[in-house]
């Protein structure tokens, strides 16, 4: 990690989430570039897949299938790497994010877009400090 690289302040692993998401990483020769989804509700923003948890599922299950329904993508689960809280005009979201390696691609779902970026550049995508952070983290671990 390099200095100005800020490190997540948030917990690692929280108990009762009530959604779960995926930091998904590939690497493109050395570098490694992070996995970003179009908002479902603000198609401009960009965002980590992530969403509900059903019943009986664990949360890194929910990020998996997360992952692969807004993004197309299949991942594999490293272990929990941050998580998030707060509240929309429905519910408070408790989200788990864990960090998950590349695996495969097909097309997207939900008519969502994705993009591969570097972590500095998805830093520079992202809308929330939260997810700048996450990805400050991930960036540790690649």
Do not use: C
Request: overall charge negative.
């Amino acid at each position: 990690m390099s200095d100005d690289a800020p490190s997540y302040h948030g917990e690692v692993e929280i108990a009762e989430p009530t959604h779960a998401g995926g930091v998904v990483v590939r690497r493109d020769g050395t570098t490694p570039r992070f996995l970003l989804v179009t908002a479902r509700r603000q198609p401009s923003q960009w965002v980590f897949p992530k969403g509900h948890i059903e019943p009986g599922e664990s949360a890194a299950d929910a990020a998996v299938r997360e992952v692969m329904e807004e993004a197309g993508v299949e991942a594999n689960v490293v272990g929990p790497i941050g998580s998030t809280e707060f509240r929309t005009a429905r519910e408070v979201v408790r989200a788990q994010f864990y960090l998950m390696t590349f695996v495969a691609e097909g097309a997207t779902g939900e008519g969502r877009r994705r993009i591969w970026l570097t972590a500095q550049d998805a830093q520079r995508a992202l809308p929330y400090e939260d997810a700048r952070l996450l990805i400050a983290r991930a960036a540790e671990y690649t």
